[in-house]
């Protein structure tokens, strides 16, 4: 005897209403699916059928069926009318007076806009929804199991070069994870109905079938069952026999998270990730070259793990675990033989996790610090795939400080190298770590760490995605493309070259200023470069004369220049105009451009310095207060940290190891910086207290603190004490 998978909505009841009372034949599907969501969600059923409220409705709308119904265009343009005929029908009942009536309806047409939004976007796709999509344009009729099933061999059958693409920038994982998602949502919200209907059925009656209790295992049956109902519910709203189809003889078309070994290395780079930025949303830069489409194959075939894998025969433990975990030889050697570019990809991110997960830690010493194979795959992209240095990377940075313009710097790579790891000789290691002076003590104190970092990355080049020669090490174009996968697996932001050079002004100054200087630079010039090509093309078009080359270049940049000095206005403390005018220096921003932003009330006085490095000759007072006033907090804060460094640096000299307190910090280069520049200043020092209070009280935060405890001028002191209160006035109102 089968079972029954009806839900007691009180469908065949609103149906037969709404033919009667108000002439509308709904379609069933997406009847059946509002009613029993709502249903499901809790929605009150003693008039017979589930009572939308404006929650409900938008829960269901927005959050349910774009990942459970699929529907034609005439059944989504009927939901709306399957919403008001529920409300009209509950109306009819005595249940809703007329106020709420029409909130209700209004709530409806309210959640509509949202609704079509969400079922036309890709990212809500999942499997049942994309394969329903598919049979459907193929004219396969979903309503017939026996039909659902022969187009389903039909396209396992299909080569997979001529299967239809999934939507552009859509990838497996993302789909595999919305339909965990949203069969996990389903389940829960059966398991909550059944305790609502053991708890204290409606006076409808159960909204479930009466589960099997008397079995022997009555919470296994339990499970069973509901798990039979969701699939029977998702076949119904989407094709006949697709969910049990998927889940059985077809289930590599729709892979599970479990199935795709990288998932686990993306959830990797986003912890990386948010330890480094604190939000997946930031952006990092796009790897320096990835292979085109066709190429990708023939990279991977080349790889010699991939390669020993796909061959299968005698491999030892490790590798039969990697290929038991990846497919490969056995599910996976058909994407290996005929895959598309994309599952290639796959397939080459799933062999890098297998292989990431079997990797030994590297530690520093005394355990100071510690590398592991995800941590370098981040720390290599994040560096926009440029090459580093196996010893830079293993030098314990608690004894030697690399200056911050080294830490990005590509490694050479050199033409030939020996296949045996060297550390690098004394020499060359002072070049590496712009630390002169090294000598043979200072290599040997980190020769084991980089023998054990170079033995790690040549398991990582293993995989095809890695290369190393001699102390250079570094992404390959084919890891490049694996890892920006990974990254998006794991909702990083990893755009690529082509979505970058889409970006506006404000846009790319936001992103550039957490990359490596030489490509956040690279990438501002190509910014500026094409936005001049562009408006150059419209004016030849036009027949414009032609401007003069400056003045092009320099209206090119002023978007950026604004961007700067917008970003700085919006969040003073956590921008600093130096490091970004180091950057548009680098990138060869034009003195024209400067020229026209020393009026700027933010960043005048930083393009004035510029200037000045450049050799122009520009007055002081052309240049806002404002904006000297920021300048300086930036440039005293920076004097404060100096003197911070140096004092903490004396302790560990003389064996001390407790931090000191900002009141202990003798203030040796600050308080002559600030003064050299009240001498100057209109009104003095406490003018120029209360300046730097007004324009970026963040950033002054410290160097004002230094002044009330440590300058010698009770005058100066006693304006950055009422500085500071003023300040935390600000900052508590700002609060509330």
Known sequence: ??????????????????????????????????????????????????????????????????????????????????????????????????????????AIDDAVPGFRAAMADPAALTWPRWYASLLRADGTDPGDPDAVRAWLDAYERTPRAERPALPETLHRFEIAGRTFATRARLAEALLAAFARDTAGPSPAGPLLPAPPLDADR????????????????????????????????????????????????????????????????????????????????????AAPLPAALAAGGDLNDERREIAERCGLPGPATAVWDEGTPQELIELAADILAAQVELLPTVSGPQDSWALDGAHVLYSLYERGSTPDSVARKASDTEVAEIPPELEDAPAQVPAIAPAAYETPSPEELSVLLGLPGRTEADREAIDATARSLAALVDRLAETGCVFRRGDTFGLTPLGGAVMRHVMAAGQVAAPDAATVAGWDAAHTVAAVRNWPPRIAARTLAAWADRRAGAEQAGAEQAGAPREGAEQDSGAAWA???????????????????????????????????????????????????LLLARGDEVPEESVPPSARATLLAE?????????????????????????????EIPPTTLLPAFDAEAAAWPGGAPALVRSLATEDPGTAHRTLTALRDHHPDKRVSEAAARALRTAHRRARRGRH
């Open 635 to 663: 440039e005293l804060d920076a004097r404060w940290t100096d003197d911070m460094r140096a004092h903490v640096a004396e302790r560990h000299e003389n064996g001390g190891t407790r931090i000191p307190g900002p009141d």
């Open 218 to 301: 009555p919470d296994d049956a339990l499970g069973a069952e509901l798990e039979r109902i969701a699939d029977a519910l998702t076949s119904r709203w989407t094709a006949a026999g697709l969910t049990e189809a998927l889940a059985g003889p077809h289930a590599g078309l729709a892979p599970s998270p479990e199935a795709l070994p990288h998932a686990a290395l993306a959830d990797r780079m986003l912890d990386e990730h948010l330890d480094y930025y604190g939000a997946s949303s930031v952006p990092l830069p796009p790897p320096a070259r990835v292979p085109a489409p066709r190429d990708i194959r023939a990279l991977l075939h």
């Open 559 to 609: 978007p950026l220049l604004t961007a700067v000095s917008e970003a700085k206005a919006e969040d003073r403390q956590g921008t600093r105009l130096r490091e970004f005018f180091a950057l548009l220096d680098r990138a060869g921003v034009p003195t024209a451009a400067l020229r026209t932003a020393l009026t700027d009330p933010v960043t005048g006085a930083v393009a004035r310095r």
């Open 1 to 106: 005897m089968t079972r029954t998978t009806a839900l007691n909505t009180g469908l065949d009841d609103f149906l037969a209403w709404a033919a009667r009372e108000r002439g509308t034949a709904l379609p069933v599907r997406p009847a059946d699916a509002v009613l029993t969501l709502l249903a499901l969600r809790g929605a009150d059923r003693r008039s017979g059928v589930p009572e939308p409220t404006p929650q409900l409705v938008a829960q269901v709308l927005h959050e349910d069926l774009p990942g459970l119904l699929w529907a034609s265009d005439e059944e989504l343009a009927a939901v709306p009318a399957v919403l008001t005929a529920l409300a009209d029908r509950v109306r009819a009942a005595g249940r809703l007076n007329a106020k709420r009536h029409a909130r209700l309806l209004a």
